[in-house]
């Protein structure tokens, strides 16, 4: 069965350090994978996507086949990246996704 | 726009309690999915609708949760009866359709059974 695992439940770094957040997956075919976002008080919302290959709020994920692995990264972290962070991966043309346990980020100034 | 809406926000009830909870999706969406998230996990999908019909509820716990979008809009799910273990959060989500790649999240109802 398809299992994500984000094997860090809190990680705190101080403001403009780096920041990378793990997320490891199990499937043998093509997966498609997502970051979910979800700040303080507001609902869970689409970070990015491996298959846009896109930089949001300067955070990047690149999907590593060999080591299973879409790990997010962003260079110099800013206290507004607080939140929790949850690692997807999606199921067919279903559209049916599966989370991982989430990492919750923690910026300080 | 409002986004998806759910309610109610918050809910406590007693053991062995029926409740239920609302979820309107952003309109046009056609796809709707119930997710369960307990304290300190990601969401689990309990159910999909594709319009009116669930096209995937192998996550449902039949025995006592139940749902229904009978005109392919709104969604409610029913717990009957509550147990001390369904304290969670349940989430709704909506896409325009089921090859759209990202999902649209509500806010969630907090559930307390006691």
């Known amino acids: 069965a398809q299992r994500v695992t984000q094997p860090e439940k809190l990680l705190s770094v101080f403001k403009g350090a780096p920041v990378e957040l793990k997320c490891n997956y199990s499937y043998s075919g093509s997966p498609e994978l997502f970051w979910y976002v979800q700040y303080s008080r507001q609902r869970l919302q689409l970070l990015l996507r491996h298959i846009s290959r896109e930089s949001i709020k300067g955070f990047t994920a690149d999907l590593n086949k060999g080591e299973t692995s879409f790990h997010l990264k962003k260079p110099f972290a800013q206290e507004e990246d607080s939140a929790m962070y949850y690692c997807a991966f999606r199921h067919n043309a279903g559209n049916m996704l599966t989370f991982g346990g989430g990492t919750r980020l923690m910026v300080k100034p | 726009e409002a986004g998806v809406v759910q309610s109610p926000r918050y809910k406590i009830i007693e053991k062995k309690q029926p409740v239920a909870f609302w979820c309107n999706p952003i309109s046009g969406h056609n796809t709707l999915y119930w997710y369960l998230q307990n304290l300190g996990q990601g969401p689990e999908l309990l159910i999909r609708?594709?319009?009116?019909?669930?096209?995937?509820d192998s996550q449902l716990p039949k025995d006592r949760f139940s749902a229904e979008r009978l005109k392919g809009v709104d969604s409610t799910l029913k717990i009957q009866p509550a147990e001390l273990g369904d304290s969670a959060v349940y989430l709704c989500?909506?896409?325009?359709?089921?090859?759209?790649?990202?999902?649209?999240f509500g806010p969630g109802t907090r559930l307390t059974v006691l």
């Open positions: 609708y594709e319009n009116e019909e669930a096209v995937d």
């Open positions: 989500a909506s896409s325009p359709h089921r090859g759209y790649n990202e999902q649209f």
